[in-house]
C-alpha cells in the first residue's frame, strides 16, 4: 500500500480486460487509477480464457507459469467500486510477483474456470487475443 498526502492507493495486479488499451481499462480511469508498471506473477498462476471475453488467473499448487501483468496504484477507497464493475467470477486476491513483492490481484473462482479453455501457456490475456486474431484472419484469408 501506498500513501499520499491526500490519500491512500493499493497496488493491483490486472491480468486481462482492465490493462491498458483492452475492453474495460475505462472503469481503472473512473476509479482514478494510476498505471505504475508491467510485471509477472511468480510461476504459480494458471489462466483460463472465459469465452474469449475475459480471463480468469488462479494461484495452484504445481504446474502454474508467470503470468503478464499490470500494476496500477488504485485509490483504496474505490477497490469495492471497481470490483462491483467486474464481470462475475471475479474476485480480488493476493497476487505474489515474479519479484517476490505480494500485491492486490484480479482473480477467478474456481467454478468460472470450469470446462473453459487453459490458456496459461500464452503467458497472458494480450499474448492470447493476438494470438486469436492472427487465426480468425487466417481463417478469413482461407475463404
Not at 487509477?33 to 509477472?40: G, L, P, S
Not at 483504496?76 to 480480488?92: K, N, S, T, Y
Not at 486476491?93 to 492486490?104: S, T, Y
Request: hydrophobic share 45%.
Amino acid at each position: 500500500m501506498t500513501s499520499t498526502a491526500t490519500e491512500t492507493t493499493v497496488y493491483l495486479a490486472v491480468n486481462g480486460t482492465l490493462m491498458r488499451g483492452l475492453e474495460l481499462n475505462a472503469n481503472m480511469e473512473l476509479v482514478g487509477a494510476n498505471f505504475v508498471r508491467e510485471a509477472f506473477t511468480e510461476p504459480a498462476y494458471r489462466l483460463w480464457s472465459i469465452n474469449d471475453r475475459h480471463p480468469a488467473m488462479m494461484r495452484v499448487p504445481q504446474g502454474g507459469a508467470a503470468i503478464a501483468v499490470e500494476i496500477w496504484a488504485v485509490p483504496a477507497h474505490r477497490m469495492g467500486f471497481l470490483l462491483l464493475l467486474e464481470p462475475p467470477g471475479l474476485c480480488i486476491g493476493k497476487v505474489r510477483l515474479g519479484d517476490g513483492e505480494e500485491v492486490l490481484g484480479v482473480l477467478g473462482e474456481a467454478f468460472l474456470c470450469e470446462g473453459k479453455k487453459e490458456i496459461t501457456q500464452w503467458g497472458g490475456w494480450r499474448a492470447y487475443i493476438a494470438d486469436l486474431a492472427n487465426q480468425r484472419q487466417t481463417e478469413r484469408e482461407r475463404v
